[in-house]
């Protein structure tokens, strides 16, 4: 990968942290991830009451858990993503200089 192709994946990277820190800041951000970790606690308790023996139900319910929580790691992902890429670029720019 040439250089200028990398510089540009580190400023992509830096911007979509940023969305993804403004979305997580915004009244429909803090909305998701609230209704996410409710729809958590409310599968969890379901999973509690299911039967063992009930694989279907079991694995649905798991699935819908998980879902939930990828949700919520993508944006702490992109996050820091962007943090690291952000970092990477003033280090970058401090050493250039």
Known sequence: MS???YEMM???AAKLGIEAEG???SSLGRYLVERADLEIEKLTEKLIWLS???ITANTDVRTEIQVCI???QWL???INSGRVAARNIQES???DR
Request: glycine share 0%; no cysteine.
């Open 76 to 78: 702490i992902e992109a």
């Open 3 to 5: 250089e200028p192709d």
């Open 23 to 25: 979305f997580l800041a």
């Open 52 to 54: 063992p023996s009930d």
């Open 93 to 95: 720019e401090a050493v």
């Open 10 to 12: 580190q400023l992509d």
């Open 70 to 72: 990828k949700f919520k």
